[in-house]
C-alpha cells in the first residue's frame, strides 16, 4: 500500500542552526512528492515539489528538498532556521496524475532562541 | 498565483443545525478540489474528491449524507455539513488541484486557509 512516513514527530532546533525533517516513502513507482507548511489555525502552504529530473529541488523560503530512489526519501531541510519556520510540517506523495495526496503524520518543528 | 480561498474561516453553531463552506480558487480552474478535516495535533485526512459537474468521491467512513459537496463551477465547490453534532466539531480544509505548467501528468494541489467549525 501507498504510505508517506514521517519519523519525527517534533523536532527542536535552535535559531540559526540547520534543519532536516525526514520523509520516506512507499509507492509501487516514483511518486510526486511534496512538502508543505502548516502555521497553526492556518492552511498549508506548498514549500517546494518533486515530479522528476533533477534530484535537488529548490522551494520557497530557503528551503530544499532531495530526493533519493534508493532511500525511498524525500528529506528537506534548511541551512539556517528563523524563528518563523516554527510551524508543523507535512511531506505528501501521489502516485500519478489525477491521484489522490497520502500524507505524512507531520512533524512540529520548534525553533529555540 | 494559485490561491485557494475558504469562507468563512470560522464558524460556531447549533446542534441540529446546518453549515456551508465555500472553497473557491482565485486564479485558476479547478476541475477537481478535495475536501479534508484535521483534528488537533493530527495530519489530514481525507474526506472527498469533489468533481466538477460531477458527483463527489467519497472516501470510506464518510458520510455523505451528511457532508453534501457541490462543485458547480471551475472556481467553486461547498461542503455542508447537515444537521451538524459536536462531533462535527473540526478544522476542515480544502484544496484545488492545479494543473503544472500545462502538463497534463504534473498536479499540485493547493490548499485553503481552513475553516474552523464549533458545533455548540
Known amino acids: 500500500a501507498q504510505s508517506v512516513t514521517q519519523p519525527d514527530i517534533h523536532i527542536t532546533v535552535s535559531e540559526g542552526a540547520s534543519l532536516e525533517l525526514r520523509c520516506n516513502y512507499s509507492y509501487g513507482a516514483t511518486p510526486y512528492l511534496f512538502w508543505y507548511v502548516q502555521s497553526p489555525g492556518q492552511g498549508l502552504q506548498l514549500l517546494l515539489k518533486?515530479?522528476?529530473?533533477?534530484?535537488l529541488v529548490q522551494g520557497i523560503k530557503g528551503f530544499e528538498a532531495e530526493f533519493k530512489r534508493s532511500q525511498s526519501s524525500f528529506n528537506l531541510r534548511k541551512p539556517s532556521v528563523h524563528w518563523s519556520d516554527a510551524a508543523e510540517y507535512f511531506c505528501?506523495?501521489?502516485?500519478?496524475?489525477?491521484?489522490?495526496?497520502?500524507f505524512g503524520g507531520g512533524t512540529r518543528v520548534l525553533v529555540k532562541p | 498565483g494559485a490561491v485557494v480561498s475558504q469562507h468563512p474561516s470560522w464558524v460556531i453553531c447549533k446542534s441540529g443545525t446546518s453549515v456551508k463552506i465555500e472553497c473557491r480558487s482565485l486564479?485558476?480552474?479547478?476541475?477537481?478540489m478535495f475536501w479534508y478535516r484535521q483534528f488537533p495535533k493530527q495530519s489530514l485526512m481525507l474526506m472527498a474528491t469533489?468533481?466538477?459537474?460531477?458527483?463527489?468521491?467519497?472516501e470510506q467512513g464518510v458520510e455523505k449524507d451528511k457532508f453534501l459537496i457541490n462543485h458547480a463551477s471551475l472556481t467553486l465547490s461547498t461542503l455542508t455539513v447537515t444537521s451538524a453534532h459536536p462531533e462535527d466539531s473540526s478544522f476542515y480544509i480544502c484544496s484545488a488541484r492545479e494543473v503544472d505548467g500545462g502538463a497534463w501528468d504534473r498536479e499540485t494541489q493547493y490548499f485553503g486557509p481552513g475553516t474552523r467549525l464549533l458545533v455548540l
Open positions: 469533489s468533481n466538477e459537474g460531477s458527483k463527489a468521491t467519497y
Open positions: 505528501a506523495g501521489g502516485e500519478a496524475a489525477g491521484n489522490k495526496l497520502t
Open positions: 486564479d485558476f480552474q479547478a476541475t477537481t
Open positions: 518533486y515530479f522528476s529530473g533533477d534530484t
